[in-house]
């Protein structure tokens, strides 16, 4: 069994309040670029499920030109292989582009040995839509897990597996091939080590691009009037009271007035 | 019905999830500028009550397929059933909330009618006879409109995006979808199956929500139940900052913020949270933020409108005394 995990590149979050419109327009980020940090949290599961089943494991990202710094931290971190996939194999296409080159690149990777299981983070710090994986699930034709907090087993090709929604949690059964998208409860990260970044630094990066991969074009949607939201412009009211109970009281009125509460 | 918005109502054991109620009269408003009617979509096994309920908050027309194996969600026999039901209404949109199910449903949904999708949007309108939906990415930092190329839009909504309507008395039309869900081709099963404690309120339909920070941290236990008393007095929902969790003060699931929950209260309390960026990115949209910090250069007080510079170990259980006298 083979495992494919879907990592994106995206803006180190202490600076996603500097992006300007300009730059979310062109997609030309002045940004420190990272692996988005919900990847990571897919990226210990791939390595961590290779430990526990002997599988091999391969990162995937689709990005900009050279962009494979996200790429290089998952193999530093322990993945087996990574593939990037040339943007322009989505000809600025929407998600379901995306999603159609990401499910074909699963397919090619992994030296055409089957991939079986592919592992998504919970959503992208600059997309913010959660949908790329529902997509890839959908183009392979696939199952899906969302949420997923525990891979509890893999046993004669079927997965046991526990995801949380806002109701409740369940365990569930489920025959390979699967799409899963992991939650923050899965596993603590590992930092790469010394070796790995060294390892990571030599590692040869295939990229798939338009004549690798067939990709059909699908623009379903126009974004427009992009524009940063006004910081509201509060002036805080701090409470100057002789006590806390004054302060409180205070506090409470204001509340009371503004009909909150 | 020639046109309809499709708004698919989640339930939980026959329970419809109430947030919902806020979208289908969102779809009413826009039906009617665009010269639609609005269809609720409910899927389970037991969901008669639920049904009259989407009448009463404005259904034109409720689509209910029940089998006893629909009882809880499964991506692969709901998504077949809303497809269908996309078809039979002639829909023109679908939507649902933007809660885990709601979002993977729309998005299923969306990809295989080659539809386009607004996730997570928090606005919907009419624009030249046909809907544009209004989100944020960059997580808040950059607002976009989202007009659809396809016949069919989609789109996930946040709660607490649209106001909650009062249920009325009303008419509507209750039909049965005839639903082929063989059980022998569903390959998930669902081993185990535990509800989330009832009674807790939960962080993204709050309307008040009272967040605890690392100020705990000189006795974070005692912390916690002091921000956990002011939030059940005020009948808020309890948060924290991710500095609290990772401290193991308190778990994950109240995590507010860029790797925690996105919320939009009425009333956000930080109480010894230092607003970090990724603090603000989960709670910036607050209507009122109200910042508990001993230190006047916290920049939570840059987006806070109330403050009390002090002891929170002191204050929050003045606050605690004082609401408990006034919300008798
Ligand atoms: C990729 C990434 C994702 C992140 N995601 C999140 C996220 O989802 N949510 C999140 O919250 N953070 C997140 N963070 C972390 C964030 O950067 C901050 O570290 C975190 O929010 C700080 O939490 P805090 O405000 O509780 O702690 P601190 O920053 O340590 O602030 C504690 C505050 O308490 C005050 N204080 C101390 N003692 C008292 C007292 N007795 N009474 C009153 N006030 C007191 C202090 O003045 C201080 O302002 C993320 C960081 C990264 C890099
Ligand atoms: N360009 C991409 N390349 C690889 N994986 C991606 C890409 N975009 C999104 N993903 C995966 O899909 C998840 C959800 O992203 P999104 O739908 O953008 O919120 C991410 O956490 C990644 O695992």
């Known amino acids: ?261 | 019905m020639t046109m309809t918005i499709l708004v698919w109502i989640e339930q939980n054991d026959g329970q419809a999830v109430s947030n919902c109620w806020e979208l289908l009269a969102k779809a009413k408003e826009l039906g009617r500028e665009l010269g639609a009617g609005v269809a609720a979509l409910l899927i389970g096994n037991d969901v008669g009550a639920a049904a009259q309920q989407a009448v009463s908050y404005g259904a034109d027309l409720v689509v209910a397929a029940t089998a006893s194996n629909l009882a809880h969600f499964r991506l692969q026999p709901y998504a077949a059933i809303a497809e269908q039901a996309v078809e039979r209404t002639g829909a023109v949109a679908f939507l649902t909330n933007a809660s885990i199910r709601g979002g993977v449903l729309a998005a299923t949904i969306a990809c295989r009618r080659n539809a386009g999708i607004a996730a997570n949007a928090t606005d919907l309108w009419v624009e030249d006879g046909r809907l544009v939906a209004g989100r944020t990415i960059y997580s808040g930092n950059i607002q976009a409109r989202i007009h659809f190329e396809s016949p069919l839009a989609v789109a996930s909504v946040r709660p607490r995006s649209f106001p909650m309507p009062a249920p009325a008395d009303a008419t509507g039309e209750v039909e049965n979808l005839y639903v082929d869900a063989n059980e022998d081709d569903i390959r998930l099963k669902i081993s185990d199956f535990r509800a989330a404690d009832a009674g807790e309120v939960s962080l993204t339909d709050a309307h008040i929500i009272v967040s605890g920070g690392r100020g705990v941290a000189e006795d974070p236990q005692k912390g916690f139940e002091l921000v956990g008393a002011l939030a059940s007095t005020m009948g808020a929902a309890l948060g924290a900052s991710r500095a609290a969790v990772d401290a193991g003060y308190i778990p994950y699931k109240h995590q507010v913020g860029q790797t925690g929950k996105t919320v939009r209260p009425d009333l956000y309390i930080a109480c010894g949270i230092s607003g970090a960026i990724q603090h603000l990115a989960g709670m910036g949209n607050s209507k009122i933020i109200v910042a508990i910090n001993k230190d006047a250069d916290a920049p939570i007080f840059q987006r806070a409108k109330y403050g009390i510079v002090d002891d929170l170990f002191k204050t929050v259980p003045a606050l605690t005394a004082e609401f408990s006298k006034r919300l008798k």
Not at chain 1, 69 to 82: I, Q, R
Not at chain 1, 163 to 168: K, P
Not at chain 1, 177 to 198: D, L, Q
Not at chain 1, 219 to 232: A, I
């Open chain 1, 1 to 261: 069994m083979n495992v494919a995990v879907l990592i994106k590149q995206t803006p180190d979050t202490a600076e996603l309040p500097k992006v300007t419109v300009a730059e979310a327009e062109s997609g030309e980020l002045q940004a420190t670029m990272v692996i988005n940090p919900w990847d990571e949290f897919a990226v210990e599961e791939a390595i961590d499920l290779s430990d526990r089943f002997g599988c091999e494991t391969v990162a995937i990202s689709l990005g900009r030109q050279g962009e494979v710094d996200a790429l290089k931290h998952a193999l530093a971190m322990g993945v087996d292989g990574a593939v990037h996939v040339d943007e322009s194999v989505i000809d600025g296409g929407d998600e379901w582009a995306t999603a159609e080159a990401l499910a074909a690149a699963v397919k090619k990777a992994a030296g055409g040995e089957d991939v079986e299981l592919v592992l998504a983070g919970k959503m992208s710090v600059d997309g913010n839509s959660g949908v790329i994986y529902a997509g890839v699930a959908c183009k392979l034709g696939w199952d899906l897990l969302v949420n997923v907090t525990r891979i509890v087993d893999i046993v004669d090709g079927t997965l046991i597996a526990e995801q949380v929604f806002e109701g409740g949690q369940e365990t569930v059964q489920v025959p390979l091939p699967v799409v899963i998208s992991v939650a923050k409860e899965i596993n603590e990260p590992r930092y790469p080590s010394f070796m790995g970044i060294r390892k990571a630094s030599r590692a040869a990066i295939p990229t798939l691009g338009r004549d690798d991969l067939d990709v059909g074009p699908s623009h379903t949607t126009r974004w427009t009037d992009l524009n940063k939201p006004e910081p509201e412009d509060v002036q805080v009211r701090i409470f100057e009271g002789a006590s806390v109970e004054e302060k409180a009281a205070q506090l409470a009125d204001a509340l009371m007035a503004e009909r909150v509460i």
